[in-house]
């Protein structure tokens, strides 16, 4: 890959005098680590704590543990952001899929790049202060791409999970590796890309591998040592349910109960191996000392014969005691999935109206299915759910050998992408996929850490894709504006008090909107896909709005490397 | 085991790489009779491994040894070896360079049907920009023709059945699609 390679050029330019002809245009070596002398100042609890009022920072991944992606600044406004422009551009050593969301402590940036590489920004200037690059093990094992998607700092150290399954705490100031866990066993299919989330000096992170039969689970690690404290199992070892046969918006979901009885009558449980990653950060409630957050799809992703039952907490709503991990409450969206259409985009805690008309802490989840979810904080119950942002036909079809047309196709809706809420509105932002597919099942025994698939789901090269972005009233459920865009989007969404949104595209274009009615205000075109979740932040009293431009594996938009700064005169 | 070889970290991999060079080099002599003494393959039906991903080299010899990759001729092979032996045989043909085994570009057409074929599963999503594979994902490129022919139709067949993932992908794909990726794909 081009990481490599550039790498191997790197390394013949510095040794070439020593091995001579014999570095080959195809040596593999890995970049090195510069380690740095950075001015941090510590990030303290009460300042993560309160990261939504602040403008001046951007502490995690998604602005605040609420993962509301609304930033409090509002010097960029509608008026005066047609005046935006790039204060700088800084270029990584890896020119592979970018979806980082760039985190600001106190004039610091820390970004990351895919295979894992983490590097310390002077963020008024795009200086590099230090690089992080992480010696990969030979095995790797991960589905859509070696993405990373960020870090977060607690204290002085910066907190990293890595594709080859590994938690690191790094040095703020240097770079340098201060300890280092395992996760869990890549040979068997698990992988890191998701940013920790850092809180009460325990690490939380869930786990990839939803694609090779893993039991995937979230846990929290100490902050200071590295050492496991809990382990939550999203698959739990009853993981059968209550048989639903209907999804959460009472659609017809076509399983055959009596033969998925007769198949747990012969083979049991089918937990063990039965999938069930958390891709995104849970959300964090500080008053109830809870945390929220959604569990991926089952293994095999297409194929049901052989996971009797609702797979629970597959493709759920999940909470849990953030101090000891026990099991709060969940909600089910589709049980006994077969179409991967499973529940990744990360969760988001607002206040909304009930069904009553009463004002409620909820949390929202942005699904593959296209449809925004409203629910009860206290209880994960469904409130409502929005009308489907992108086009649905032929829900649910059952996936055959030849294969079965159905919307939305598999990446969704919304994938991973983050989005945002603009609360005052009462609005949520979301960017959407339509890929409309085909979806075929094949049968086969577990293949021990191997891609698990059972089955395909195929673009259909002459069905016309597209994208858009859209606003709905979490309290109505109404899309309140919508903006269609040419190609399916993937990578995140920013709301800001200035009465914008910033979002981007595979085809390079970013642009902001106005949050009020999706009028476009201002665009820029970075030259690579802009698939990545926007930052805001203030210095030397100005605002800047910071977002990657490295392209995206899963949909295969033009690779770059760029980390790129707007701000105002 | 395993994580033990992790937590030792890069420093012990080092050292075993070291403390093994010559019998590395014993151990890999005979793999040239086959795959190349200067990595070009002696056959067309044979997969070059000079230049591979380690990751994916690894892999392949576990899965021989274990039967999962059925191979009348590496099966053997691969049984002489431990899981030590077979990491450091990834690695020293991974840091060999990729030869170019000549073949010519894909017509026009042929490479727009390969590549839409490959935009509607998604191969570069695993296989990664140009084909160059990552880790336990092989690189394509430039890989020889008939062998690429020869393990997608075994994928298919489930005669190659030690990654059922790859089988869904090849059957949901169509005979005239993978004549075409194959032709592409080597031509890179």
């Known amino acids: 890959?081009?990481?490599?390679?550039?790498?191997?050029?790197?390394?013949?330019?510095?040794?070439?005098?020593?091995?001579?002809?014999?570095?080959?245009?195809?040596?593999?070596?890995?970049?090195?680590?510069?380690?740095?002398?950075?001015?941090?100042?510590?990030?303290?609890?009460?300042?993560?704590?309160?990261?939504?009022?602040?403008?001046?920072?951007?502490?995690?991944?998604?602005?605040?543990?609420?993962?509301?992606?609304?930033?409090?600044?509002?010097?960029?406004?509608?008026?005066?952001?047609?005046?935006?422009?790039?204060?700088?551009?800084?270029?990584?050593?890896?020119?592979?899929?970018?979806?980082?969301?760039?985190?600001?402590?106190?004039?610091?940036?820390?970004?990351?790049?895919?295979?894992?590489?983490?590097?310390?920004?002077?963020?008024?200037?795009?200086?590099?202060?230090?690089?992080?690059?992480?010696?990969?093990?030979?095995?790797?094992?991960?589905?859509?791409?070696?993405?990373?998607?960020?870090?977060?700092?607690?204290?002085?150290?910066?907190?990293?999970?890595?594709?080859?399954?590994?938690?690191?705490?790094?040095?703020?100031?240097?770079?340098?590796?201060?300890?280092?866990?395992?996760?869990?066993?890549?040979?068997?299919?698990?992988?890191?890309?998701?940013?920790?989330?850092?809180?009460?000096?325990?690490?939380?992170?869930?786990?990839?591998?939803?694609?090779?039969?893993?039991?995937?689970?979230?846990?929290?690690?100490?902050?200071?040592?590295?050492?496991?404290?809990?382990?939550?199992?999203?698959?739990p070892e009853n993981s059968v349910g209550v048989w639903a046969t209907k999804d959460a918006t009472g659609r017809d979901m076509h399983r055959n109960i009596q033969a998925e009885k007769d198949v747990l009558a012969?083979?049991?449980?089918?937990?063990?191996?039965?999938?069930?990653?958390?891709?995104?950060?849970?959300?964090?409630?500080?008053?109830?000392?809870?945390?929220?957050?959604?569990?991926?799809?089952?293994?095999?992703?297409?194929?049901?014969?052989?996971?009797?039952?609702?797979?629970?907490?597959?493709?759920?709503?999940?909470?849990?005691?953030?101090?000891?991990?026990?099991?709060?409450?969940?909600?089910?969206?589709?049980?006994?999935?077969?179409?991967?259409?499973?529940?990744?985009?990360?969760?988001?805690?607002?206040?909304?109206?009930?069904?009553?008309?009463?004002?409620?802490?909820?949390?929202?989840?942005?699904?593959?299915?296209?449809?925004?979810?409203?629910?009860?904080?206290?209880?994960?119950?469904?409130?409502?759910?929005?009308?489907?942002?992108?086009?649905?036909?032929?829900?649910?079809?059952?996936?055959t050998k030849e294969g079965a047309r159905m919307l939305p196709g598999a990446n969704g809706g919304v994938e991973w992408s983050p989005i945002a809420t603009d609360p005052g509105q009462e609005l949520a932002y979301a960017i959407n996929l339509h890929q409309p597919m085909t979806y075929h099942v094949e049968s086969s025994a577990y293949p021990n850490g191997k891609l698990w698939l059972g089955g395909a789901f195929k673009v259909i090269p002459s069905e016309k894709q597209s994208g858009n972005i859209t606003a709905v009233n979490y309290n109505t459920g109404k899309i309140k504006w919508q903006v269609k865009t040419p190609e399916p989007m993937i990578g995140g969404i920013l709301a800001t008090a200035g009465g914008l949104v910033f979002t981007g595209e595979g085809n390079g274009k970013f642009a902001a909107y106005n949050s009020s009615n999706g009028k476009e205000l201002w665009s820029f075109r970075a030259g690579a896909g802009v698939n990545a979740p926007p930052s805001s932040y203030m210095i030397g009293g100005k605002q800047y709005v910071v977002v990657g431009a490295g392209g995206n594996t899963q949909l295969d938009y033009k690779r770059g490397n760029n980390i790129i700064a707007f701000t105002l005169d | 085991m395993f994580r033990k070889w992790m937590i030792c970290g890069a420093a012990l991999l080092l050292m075993v790489t070291a403390t093994r060079a010559e019998t590395i080099e014993d151990k890999v002599a005979v793999c040239a009779g086959c795959h190349g003494a200067d990595g070009k393959p002696v056959d067309k039906t044979i997969p070059t491994i000079w230049g591979q991903q380690a990751g994916y080299l690894y892999i392949q010899l576990r899965d021989f040894k274990r039967g999962d990759r059925k191979s009348d001729i590496m099966q053997p092979i691969a049984t002489q070896f431990e899981r030590d032996d077979m990491l450091a045989i990834a690695e020293y043909f991974s840091q060999k360079p990729w030869p170019d085994l000549g073949q010519p570009r894909a017509p026009k057409d042929v490479a727009a049907k390969a590549v839409s074929a490959s935009a509607s599963v998604g191969c570069p999503a695993c296989h990664l920009d140009r084909f160059q594979g990552d880790g336990t994902v092989p690189r394509l490129a430039g890989m020889g023709r008939d062998y690429l022919a020869k393990t997608i139709a075994d994928f298919r067949n489930r005669a190659r059945g030690n990654n059922p993932g790859m089988s869904d992908l090849m059957l949901a794909t169509s005979p005239d699609d993978l004549a075409a990726l194959v032709e592409y794909l080597a031509g890179l």
């Open chain 1, 266 to 399: 012969k083979i049991g449980d089918p937990y063990a191996k039965l999938g069930g990653g958390v891709w995104q950060n849970p959300s964090v409630d500080l008053a109830t000392n809870r945390i929220y957050f959604v569990v991926g799809n089952p293994s095999p992703d297409l194929d049901g014969s052989n996971r009797p039952g609702d797979n629970l907490y597959t493709n759920s709503l999940v909470s849990l005691d953030l101090d000891t991990g026990k099991y709060v409450c969940h909600f089910q969206y589709i049980a006994h999935d077969v179409w991967d259409l499973d529940a990744v985009s990360p969760t988001v805690l607002v206040n909304v109206k009930d069904k009553d008309g009463k004002t409620i802490p909820g949390v929202i989840h942005a699904g593959k299915t296209g449809h925004i979810y409203v629910h009860d904080r206290k209880d994960c119950s469904l409130i409502r759910f929005s009308e489907a942002m992108v086009p649905q036909e032929n829900m649910w079809v059952l996936p």
């Open chain 1, 1 to 235: 890959m081009y990481v490599k390679g550039l790498a191997a050029f790197a390394a013949a330019l510095g040794v070439g005098l020593l091995s001579g002809a014999a570095v080959a245009q195809e040596v593999k070596q890995e970049k090195q680590s510069v380690l740095g002398n950075a001015t941090v100042s510590p990030v303290t609890q009460e300042q993560l704590n309160a990261a939504d009022k602040n403008a001046k920072d951007f502490l995690l991944t998604n602005g605040n543990y609420a993962q509301t992606r609304f930033y409090p600044g509002k010097q960029i406004g509608r008026d005066n952001v047609k005046n935006l422009h790039v204060a700088w551009i800084f270029q990584t050593d890896v020119k592979e899929s970018l979806e980082t969301s760039p985190i600001v402590v106190d004039g610091v940036m820390y970004v990351t790049t895919s295979f894992s590489h983490v590097y310390a920004l002077d963020a008024k200037t795009g200086q590099q202060l230090w690089h992080y690059a992480h010696k990969m093990g030979p095995i790797t094992v991960y589905c859509c791409g070696p993405n990373n998607r960020g870090v977060q700092v607690l204290g002085d150290r910066v907190y990293l999970a890595t594709l080859d399954s590994k938690l690191m705490a790094l040095n703020a100031k240097t770079g340098e590796v201060v300890w280092t866990t395992n996760i869990a066993d890549p040979e068997l299919g698990y992988s890191e890309t998701m940013a920790p989330t850092v809180v009460k000096d325990k690490v939380l992170i869930g786990t990839n591998g939803g694609e090779y039969g893993i039991r995937g689970f979230v846990r929290a690690y100490d902050a200071k040592t590295g050492k496991q404290l809990w382990n939550f199992n999203t698959i």
